[in-house]
């Protein structure tokens, strides 16, 4: 009888990857009725759930699971050879509950309406409006690092300790939501992952856990870019699956934070990006606009890019490589090449906006 519900399980697997290829095809359904609908009682119950705690419940779920697994692997080990059958059922069906689980916890997220046409913007944008942007987005980043640091080319310091940073991004995301309702953030659920050494020699900032709704960020990253990974990660929280879009969603909610520090590290994070797409157009044209921006805002990008080098090594590219075969799996058919998409979000959302 156990073994005929692992069986059933286990073929449940394939119903699911049949179901999920089906439900690409309607964008519309997944954004009414899950986004916008389970998902939002969901993720704010497991907010409820494990928001309070100090500590990420799902950075030690992690660890009690993988203790599991190694354990059940040298119990198990014999049977590899002698009841082969039964072991690969075994593995199966827990990939098939554990699918399952992060499907509707979650993943499902991936399979929404883009995020240009629910804010009814268009998705392509042409070189002359990425330069027009730039130089706006510039002007705006000299204004504020002006205000903050000593002169044009010193870097600024956050005067934040980064527990100081989540705290200050629920207001970030409440001044927001006066334009967005459904981007009100509560109850708050971010924290330090412990697994902070780990994900940065990965070469990641943070993730979101899709079994707890927890926003895990590396606590070793420095703290001028605490603001927008927080609400990077915070953005996946409420729904956003698609890095472009949880990172034009963060940019703007660092950007609408009342904090100059916070407004610094949102225009000075999508300024990044549009610097490097003007890179990828024409080279010549970047140096000349690049020499416009202060220097110590460049010393802010430095410092950051100083940081993820002293932690390179050689399996970082495999972890990098394994993300973006699991984007590609998951809607974003660019996989990590859609980061740069957020460009477009910011181009067309600020046509005719002020900054």
């Known amino acids: 009888m156990l073994k005929n519900k692992k069986l059933i399980i286990a073929l449940f697997l394939i119903v699911q990857i049949i179901a999920i290829q089906i439900l690409k095809r309607f964008p519309e359904f997944v954004e009414q009725f899950y986004s916008n609908g389970v998902y939002v009682f969901t993720s704010k119950l497991m907010r409820y759930a494990f928001g309070w705690l100090p500590f990420s419940v799902g950075d030690v779920f992690y660890t009690l699971a993988g203790i599991y697994?190694?354990?059940?692997?040298?119990?198990?080990?014999?049977?590899?050879?002698?009841?082969?059958?039964?072991?690969?059922?075994?593995?199966?069906?827990?990939?098939?509950?554990?699918?399952?689980?992060?499907?509707?916890?979650?993943?499902?997220?991936?399979?929404?309406?883009?995020?240009?046409?629910?804010?009814?913007?268009?998705?392509?944008?042409?070189?002359?409006?990425?330069?027009?942007?730039?130089?706006?987005?510039?002007?705006?980043?000299?204004?504020?690092?002006?205000?903050?640091?000593?002169?044009?080319?010193?870097?600024?310091?956050?005067?934040?300790?980064?527990?100081?940073?989540?705290?200050?991004?629920?207001?970030?995301?409440?001044?927001?939501?006066?334009?967005?309702?459904?981007?009100?953030?509560?109850?708050?659920?971010?924290?330090?992952?412990?697994?902070?050494?780990?994900?940065?020699?990965?070469?990641?900032?943070?993730?979101?856990?899709p079994f707890t709704n927890e926003a895990q960020v590396d606590g070793l990253i420095p703290t001028y870019k605490f603001p927008t990974t927080s609400c990077h990660e915070v953005a996946h929280q409420l729904g956003y699956a698609a890095e472009n879009e949880a990172n034009f969603i963060g940019c703007l909610a660092a950007i609408h934070n009342k904090d100059l520090h916070f407004k610094y590290s949102g225009y000075t994070f999508g300024l990044r990006y549009c610097l490097v797409e003007i890179f990828k157009r024409d080279k010549d044209l970047y140096y000349e606009i690049l020499a416009t921006v202060n220097k110590g805002i460049l010393m802010n990008y430095q410092e950051v890019q100083d940081f993820w080098k002293s932690y390179e090594n050689p399996i970082e590219p495999l972890f990098e490589k394994t993300f973006d075969n699991f984007l590609k799996a998951n809607n974003q058919s660019d996989g990590m090449k859609s980061y740069s998409y957020v460009v477009a979000l910011l181009v067309n959302y600020f046509e005719n906006q002020s900054l």
Do not use: C
């Open 69 to 209: 697994i190694i354990r059940w692997i040298i119990i198990n080990r014999k049977r590899i050879y002698k009841d082969t059958k039964n072991w690969l059922l075994d593995i199966l069906a827990t990939l098939s509950l554990a699918y399952f689980a992060f499907h509707v916890l979650w993943a499902f997220n991936y399979y929404r309406l883009p995020l240009y046409k629910s804010l009814d913007l268009e998705a392509e944008y042409t070189t002359e409006q990425l330069v027009n942007f730039t130089k706006r987005l510039i002007e705006k980043s000299n204004e504020i690092h002006n205000q903050l640091a000593v002169n044009d080319s010193a870097k600024v310091d956050m005067p934040f300790t980064k527990s100081e940073v989540f705290d200050m991004v629920k207001d970030s995301y409440k001044t927001l939501s006066e334009t967005y309702p459904h981007l009100d953030y509560n109850p708050v659920s971010i924290k330090k992952s412990i697994y902070s050494l780990p994900l940065t020699y990965m070469g990641f900032s943070g993730y979101l856990n």
